[in-house]
C-alpha cells in the first residue's frame, strides 16, 4: 500500500451526532479529498460512549456514508474501571500519536477546544518528545459549546484555573479561529476577564490571533432538489407543500421551541398549517407534553440527512426562534444557512447571538422569547406573505447562504501555514 503524501485529521464530535459541528466535519473532510489530502480520518468517540453521554444521535442505520478516502476512528478507551474518567481521550490522544509516528505531514484540525483542542495538543508534544519529527500544523475552531459552556461556566463558577488552561491550550496551536464574529467577541470578551482575575496575557494575543471561518455547508445538498423527491418525502409523512411549519434541530431549550410551540397554538396559523417539530435532545420529553392533546403537531425523530433538505424545501415557514441561555447562546445557526438553500417558505428566527451573521437580512426576525411576536410572525408568514413576496425572500437568503459553500470556507481555512518538524 502506498504511503500517503499529505494527510488531514479531524478530531471532533461527528457522526452520529446531531449537531451542525459534526456537518461540518464531514463537509471539510469531503472537500479535503478534492484538495491534495489524499488520507483523511475522523477521529471521533465509539457509539456506546456517544449513547453513554445522552447526546441527541441519527438514527444509526442511517448514516449517510463518506467518500472513500475518508476514514472514521473511534478509538477505545485506555485503562479499566480505576481511571475513571479520561480513558476515551487517552484512546484519542494515543491513536494520533501513532498516526503523527508514520511521519507523513500533517494538519490536525480540533472542533470543540474541550476536549478535541487538548487531545491535538498532547498529541503533537509527545510525538516531538519521541523524536517523530512529522511536519504537523494545528488548527483550533472554537465553536458555540466552547465559550457559552465551558469558559463562561469557569467565569461564574470561579474556576480560572480551568479558563486559564483552556486559553493556554488553544493558543498553543498555529492557527486559531472562530466560528462566527459573535464568537470571537466573545472570546476576546472572556480573556479579558481572566486576565483581570489571574494577571495573564490572553486577550492581547486573541485579538491579534483570532480569525473568524463560519461553518462549511454542502451546497449541492441543498439546492437543484427534485420536486417529486420532495412530493414523495412529504407524502410518506403524511405532510403536504406550505401546509405544515417546521421546526428541524436539536430539541432544546436555548433553541426557542418551547417559545415555537406556545406561539403556535396562540397564533391563527394554526388552522392552516401544522407544526412539525423534527429532531432529538434534552427537552423532547418536556415539549411533547407541552404539545400534548394538540394533534396539529407532529414530531418526528428519525429525520436522516437524505430527508432533511426534503422536508426544507416543503415547508410553509421554518422557524428556529432560538433564545439565549446560561449553557447555550447560538453561535451562528447552520441549519438556517441549509434551509435557505432548500428554498420554500422564510425563515423566522431571532438575532441571538450569531444568527444574524447566518441569515444576514434574509429571515423574518422576531425579539427572543417573545411569544406573541412569535405568533404574529407565524401568521405574518403563511397567511399574509404574497407568492412574489416569498419568491424573493427565498431567492436572497439562497444568495446568502451560497457565501457559505464549503469549497471556499476550506480553502481559506487551509491556506498555507508553515509546518512545525
Known amino acids: 500500500m502506498t504511503s500517503p503524501n499529505r494527510r488531514l485529521v479531524i478530531v471532533v464530535r461527528a457522526d452520529p451526532v446531531i449537531c451542525g459541528h459534526s456537518g461540518?466535519?464531514?463537509?471539510?473532510?469531503?472537500?479535503?479529498?478534492?484538495?491534495?489530502?489524499?488520507?483523511?480520518?475522523?477521529?471521533?468517540?465509539?457509539?456506546?460512549?456517544?449513547?453513554?453521554?445522552?447526546?441527541?444521535?441519527?438514527?444509526?442505520?442511517?448514516?449517510?456514508?463518506?467518500?472513500?478516502?475518508?476514514?472514521?476512528?473511534?478509538?477505545g478507551p485506555v485503562g479499566d474501571y480505576r481511571v475513571p474518567d479520561g480513558r476515551y481521550i487517552a484512546g484519542l490522544t494515543g491513536r494520533l500519536v501513532e498516526l503523527l509516528a508514520e511521519r507523513t505531514p500533517t494538519t490536525c484540525l480540533s472542533m470543540y477546544l474541550a476536549p478535541h483542542t487538548t487531545v491535538v495538543v498532547d498529541a503533537v508534544a509527545a510525538a516531538v518528545r519521541a523524536g517523530?519529527?512529522?511536519?504537523?500544523?494545528?488548527?483550533?475552531?472554537?465553536?458555540?459549546?466552547?465559550?457559552t459552556n465551558?469558559?463562561?461556566?469557569?467565569?461564574?463558577?470561579?474556576?480560572?484555573?480551568?479558563?486559564?488552561?483552556?486559553?493556554a491550550t488553544f493558543l498553543a496551536n498555529?492557527?486559531?479561529?472562530?466560528?462566527?464574529?459573535?464568537?470571537?467577541?466573545e472570546i476576546l470578551d472572556a480573556a479579558a476577564r481572566v486576565d483581570a482575575q489571574c494577571g495573564t496575557r490572553f486577550a492581547g494575543e486573541c485579538a491579534e490571533r483570532v480569525e473568524v471561518s463560519y461553518p462549511p455547508v454542502d451546497t449541492a445538498a441543498y439546492t437543484d432538489l427534485d420536486p417529486?423527491?420532495?412530493?414523495?418525502?412529504?407524502?410518506?409523512?403524511?405532510?403536504?407543500?406550505?401546509?405544515?411549519?417546521?421546526?428541524?434541530?436539536r430539541v432544546a431549550t436555548a433553541k426557542g421551541v418551547h417559545d415555537?410551540?406556545?406561539?403556535?397554538?396562540?397564533?391563527?396559523?394554526?388552522?392552516?398549517?401544522?407544526?412539525?417539530?423534527?429532531?432529538?435532545?434534552?427537552?423532547?420529553?418536556?415539549?411533547?407534553?407541552?404539545a400534548a392533546g394538540d394533534d396539529r403537531v407532529t414530531f418526528l425523530t428519525d429525520v436522516d440527512d437524505e430527508e432533511k433538505p426534503l422536508l426544507m424545501r416543503g415547508c410553509a415557514a421554518y422557524a428556529l426562534p432560538t433564545r439565549p441561555e446560561p449553557d447555550f447562546v447560538e453561535t451562528f445557526g447552520i441549519a438556517l444557512t441549509e434551509k435557505m438553500l432548500a428554498g420554500g417558505g422564510p425563515v423566522i428566527t431571532t438575532r441571538t447571538g450569531g444568527t444574524g451573521e447566518a441569515v444576514g437580512s434574509t429571515a423574518l426576525i422576531v425579539p427572543a422569547a417573545d411569544v406573541d411576536a412569535l405568533a404574529g410572525t407565524l401568521d405574518h408568514a403563511v397567511l399574509r406573505m404574497t407568492p412574489t413576496e416569498r419568491s424573493q425572500m427565498a431567492a436572497a437568503a439562497r444568495a446568502h447562504a451560497l457565501t457559505f459553500a464549503r469549497e471556499r470556507v476550506f480553502d481559506d481555512l487551509f491556506r498555507d501555514t508553515p509546518a512545525r518538524v
Open 260 to 290: 415555537l410551540v406556545r406561539a403556535y397554538a396562540r397564533s391563527s396559523a394554526r388552522d392552516k398549517v401544522r407544526l412539525v417539530v423534527a429532531g432529538r435532545g434534552p427537552a423532547l420529553d418536556d415539549v411533547r407534553a407541552l
Open 228 to 249: 417529486a423527491a420532495v412530493d414523495a418525502a412529504l407524502a410518506r409523512r403524511g405532510l403536504e407543500r406550505d401546509g405544515y411549519v417546521l421546526f428541524l434541530s
Open 150 to 167: 465551558v469558559i463562561k461556566s469557569c467565569l461564574r463558577e470561579g474556576s480560572f484555573g480551568a479558563a486559564v488552561a483552556l486559553f
Open 174 to 185: 498555529d492557527r486559531v479561529i472562530a466560528v462566527s464574529d459573535y464568537t470571537r467577541e
Open 24 to 75: 461540518e466535519a464531514r463537509n471539510l473532510a469531503e472537500v479535503a479529498l478534492t484538495r491534495g489530502f489524499d488520507d483523511v480520518r475522523l477521529l471521533t468517540w465509539p457509539v456506546p460512549a456517544l449513547q453513554a453521554a445522552g447526546l441527541p444521535l441519527k438514527p444509526l442505520d442511517r448514516i449517510s456514508p463518506y467518500s472513500p478516502g475518508i476514514t472514521v476512528e473511534r478509538p
Open 132 to 147: 517523530y519529527r512529522t511536519p504537523v500544523r494545528t488548527i483550533a475552531k472554537a465553536v458555540g459549546s466552547d465559550v
